[in-house]
């Protein structure tokens, strides 16, 4: 079972940036791996998406804002997130999935990523 934890969220104003990290005990080099967020009283929104060969895909909403990337070799996935937004404010959290991420528009797909892990909170005032 692929257990993953994130971390490096925070407050921030508006304009701001901040980094998350999400670690695993286990090698994310063979499947897809996604960020992913959800605000109070909204459905959970897959963000961004990392493929085995480090395609990248963003949801509109923060394209040319954030940046996935990934170090297999320390098992680290990471999300750049800059010109913070107070719409940005949110649980984030990391996932993976089962294989290769779904082709374009369907790796943001949130039933693509079965495997969870604990969220890291992100505040941006304005």
């Known amino acids: 079972q692929v257990q993953l934890a994130a971390s490096g969220g925070g407050s921030v104003q508006a304009g701001g940036s901040l980094r998350l990290s999400c670690t695993s005990e286990?090698?994310?080099?063979?499947?897809?791996l996604g960020w992913l967020r959800q605000a109070p009283g909204q459905e959970r929104e897959v963000i961004a998406a990392?493929?085995?060969?480090?395609?990248?895909t963003y949801a509109a909403s923060v394209k040319g804002r954030f940046t996935v990337s990934k170090d297999s070799s320390k098992n680290t996935l990471y999300l750049q997130m800059d010109s913070l937004k107070p719409e940005d404010t949110a649980m984030y959290y990391c996932?993976?999935?089962?294989?290769?991420?779904?082709?374009?528009?369907?790796?943001?797909?949130?039933?693509?990523?079965?495997?969870w892990g604990q969220g890291t909170q992100v505040t941006v005032s304005s």
């Open positions: 286990h090698s994310y080099g063979s499947v897809c």
């Open positions: 990392i493929d085995t060969d480090g395609t990248t």
């Open positions: 996932a993976a999935g089962r294989d290769d991420c779904f082709p374009g528009v369907l790796a943001l797909v949130s039933g693509a990523f079965p495997f």
